[in-house]
């Protein structure tokens, strides 16, 4: 029998190659199985049980601070890991004995369409770097990407088109699409670079002299794009949390609250499973709840 050290290896490497799954994935998977591996002190697949897998989640289930929903990535982990070794013919224990913990529902907020306008338009339109962060603003809101796609994006872009590829989670491509004032914003913070760097948006260096223009210093890195999102936020003077993901939230909502459908919002987010975008329809619910009130039984007024 294949030691375990083995099978997990062969187990990365298939996720990496013939998925097409991230290093980022790869990392994630191995720090969850080795993590039940080493709890459980397994030298080779055969002794994966049921029992042990019940002792680990309770393990799990008593540690601080790790969420339900962390506690349900290392299961899937390990139903994912046997699914593999069942598929190459190893005689493990069947993934359907372990259940899925049950988990609530996300709950996701959303600004306020007011809040919203002041959030994308505190940027200074006068400094080279609110022309970027205002870009950056409206394009997250815009596009609805994520914010490691967002970092990535390549400067030399058709904006006359107003499409861009973006290649996201599992490599896989799909097209997001730039309104009139993502577009417009993009111009102006491009009109005014100086530097040659590819990227669409860079890091710059802190602005000493009001007379001296900040200077590019290179890729504008997730950290650096959080903390100008949290500045803007306090800026307009909003209570409610304001995140990358979070404008990614207010693009899908925005969509579906003026009638888009769920197939389509699950294409321009990238999600492979349409449950991952049904989060957002009970975001729709003030809608309907509108259209009742106006619509429903008004001969009995």
Not at 93 to 109: A, G, N, Q, V, Y
Not at 192 to 197: G, H, M, N, S, V
Not at 246 to 251: L, N, T, Y
Not at 256 to 273: M, Y
Request: proline residues 3%; positive net charge.
């Amino acid at each position: 029998m294949i030691s375990i050290e083995k099978a997990l290896k062969d187990y990365l490497d298939y996720l990496e190659i013939e998925k097409n799954r991230s290093p980022k994935t790869r990392e994630n998977y191995e720090r969850y199985l080795r993590a039940f591996m080493n709890y459980s002190k397994i030298k080779k697949p055969k002794e994966i049980t049921i029992e042990k897998i019940k002792d680990f989640r309770v393990s799990l289930a008593r540690k601080e601070n790790l969420k339900k929903l962390t506690q349900t990535y290392y299961v899937i982990a390990i139903r994912n890991f046997l699914k593999y070794l069942i598929r190459n013919d190893y005689e493990v224990l069947s993934p359907d004995k372990i259940e899925l913990p049950k988990i609530p529902k996300r709950e996701i907020e959303i600004i306020e369409y007011n809040d919203l306008e002041r959030f994308l338009s505190a940027p200074a339109q006068n400094t080279l770097r609110g022309l970027r962060d205002r870009a950056i603003l409206e394009t997250f809101f815009s596009t609805g990407l994520r914010i490691s796609e967002l970092c990535n994006l390549d400067r030399y872009l058709n904006l006359n088109r107003g499409e861009i590829t973006v290649r996201g989670k599992g490599e896989k491509l799909r097209v997001v699409f730039l309104s009139e004032r993502a577009k417009a914003a993009i111009k102006n913070w491009l009109d005014k670079r100086t530097d040659a760097l590819e990227y669409l948006f860079v890091s710059l260096s802190k602005q000493i002299s009001p007379l001296k223009s900040p200077k590019v210093i290179g890729k504008i890195t997730p950290r650096a794009v959080q903390r100008l999102v949290e500045f803007y936020r306090r800026k307009a003077g909003i209570a409610k949390n304001i995140t990358p993901h979070q404008i990614r939230h207010q693009f899908a909502t925005d969509l579906l609250i003026n009638g888009a459908d769920l197939r389509s919002v699950q294409e321009l987010l990238g999600h492979s499973n349409i449950s991952t975008t049904q989060i957002y329809t009970h975001l729709t619910n003030k809608e309907l709840r509108d259209v009742h009130k106006a619509f429903h039984a008004r001969r009995r007024k």
